[in-house]
């Protein structure tokens, strides 16, 4: 079992219990998604944005326009801090002050490297593409020259991570289980609907299988 | 209508098409969830929590205990940036290039005030949990004095702010949409389950109204 090592900067201050710093559970939570938040710095004003990943070993690849504010600024090489948080269901306590959420999170932290070559790019699309949707690359037209030129990728390796674990039902003040409150927890769920057919689809062309294998079936 | 003002800030460099400053549809956008991901930066360092927040005009409330990184960082008035992102779904194009994602997603700076008044924090904790489940507020054993003094409580005055939408199929360039590969889009929904009793609920004790007028529902 390979962990992350806990420092100052991974370290879980608050809820230590539900913190893990295992390798293996932190990628299976980074697998089950596909959208991060990524966050940097620009003259002590942070930045975010929501944007796709796909994950290969303990390497992250974003990508984005070469002219994004992101991809031009991060590609410098500035420390970033990555999220992604999947979200379990609500938690109703008894107390309003122990209501709480059931999720599973990880925080990264890293630096970014630019990807130049062509060939670097097509590889790293292809990860962040199949962590989408599996088997959709195969499928679809591969980019060209062109395309790959004005598209930005950055490899992002995870030098320190930790993630945060809660589920099941609430934990209420001993004094409170009298209470004429009901309490329990909510799951929530976020899932795939049908596929809807482009308008401008040429007669005869079925749903793809990478659509059929998910449409209907839940996500994360 | 009134709209954020364009910053070098909070202005969308990539996709301004699908960009707006409107503050009414920004407002939607954070009505709509109860999560999001908070950035700030302590010595150049980005760190990044999802955390539940609620929303009382431009204000938005977020909190933790009193002893966690983000509220001792973040209280001393250091800038932030603030998410909030809904996926609707997978948007998938004859080329990999014009793959995309249908999403509305919202991007906010401002600076935090700490609360310390219990009445203003009971206020503000109020904004949160409501906005969590409406109606639950008034069902839970309300915040002792105890559990206030252990809240930190933050009020972001959203200064500045963008969000950006995409929904619908795909657009593909002119001559792909003679190629024989299926187009369209898969949408994706949150929704809550059914609502789980503790263990521990006295018996006799019905599932509470403000879980009852959601469970099974869509939730953003």
Same mark, same amino acid.
């Given at each position: 079992?390979?962990? $992350?090592?806990?420092?100052?900067?991974?370290?879980?201050?608050?809820?230590?219990?539900?913190?893990?710093?295992?390798?293996?559970?932190?990628?299976?939570?980074?697998?089950?998604? $596909?959208?991060?938040?990524?966050? $940097?710095?620009?003259?002590?004003? &942070?930045?975010?944005? &929501?944007?796709?990943?796909?994950?290969?070993?303990?390497?992250?690849?974003?990508?984005?326009?070469?002219?994004? +504010?992101?991809?031009?600024?991060?590609?410098?090489?500035?420390?970033?801090?990555?999220?992604?948080?999947?979200? *379990?269901?609500?938690?109703? /306590?008894?107390?309003?002050?122990?209501?709480?959420?059931? #999720?599973?999170?990880?925080?990264? #932290?890293?630096?970014?490297? %630019?990807?130049?070559?062509?060939?670097?790019?097509?590889?790293?699309?292809?990860?962040?593409?199949?962590?989408?949707?599996? =088997?959709? !690359?195969?499928?679809?037209?591969?980019?060209?020259?062109? %395309?790959? *030129?004005?598209?930005?990728?950055?490899? @992002?390796? @995870?030098?320190?991570?930790?993630?945060? @674990? +809660?589920? =099941?039902?609430?934990?209420?003040?001993?004094?409170?289980?009298?209470?004429? @409150? !009901? /309490?329990?927890?909510?799951?929530?769920?976020?899932?795939? =609907?049908?596929?809807?057919?482009?308008?401008?689809?040429?007669? =005869?062309?079925?749903?793809?299988?990478?659509?059929?294998?998910? %449409?209907?079936?839940?996500?994360?």
């Amino acid at each position: 079992m390979s962990q $992350f090592e806990i420092t100052k900067k991974n370290k879980v201050v608050r809820g230590a219990k539900r913190a893990t710093y295992d390798e293996q559970e932190i990628f299976e939570i980074l697998d089950a998604g $596909f959208l991060c938040h990524l966050a $940097f710095n620009i003259n002590d004003q &942070p930045f975010m944005i &929501p944007t796709a990943y796909g994950r290969r070993g303990d390497i992250l690849y974003v990508h984005g326009s070469v002219k994004s +504010r992101t991809i031009k600024n991060v590609a410098k090489g500035v420390p970033v801090c990555l999220s992604v948080t999947h979200l *379990d269901g609500l938690v109703l /306590a008894r107390s309003a002050f122990h209501h709480s959420v059931n #999720y599973r999170s990880v925080v990264i #932290y890293g630096t970014a490297v %630019e990807i130049t070559e062509r060939s670097d790019k097509n590889e790293a699309l292809y990860c962040i593409t199949e962590n989408i949707l599996k =088997g959709r !690359w195969n499928e679809a037209r591969k980019p060209n020259e062109k %395309e790959l *030129d004005i598209t930005g990728v950055l490899a @992002i390796k @995870i030098e320190s991570a930790s993630a945060k @674990i +809660r589920a =099941g039902g609430p934990v209420d003040e001993l004094e409170d289980y009298d209470l004429d @409150i !009901w /309490a329990g927890h909510l799951p929530m769920q976020t899932s795939f =609907g049908d596929s809807i057919s482009d308008e401008k689809l040429k007669e =005869g062309i079925a749903v793809s299988s990478s659509v059929k294998e998910v %449409e209907g079936n839940k996500f994360s």
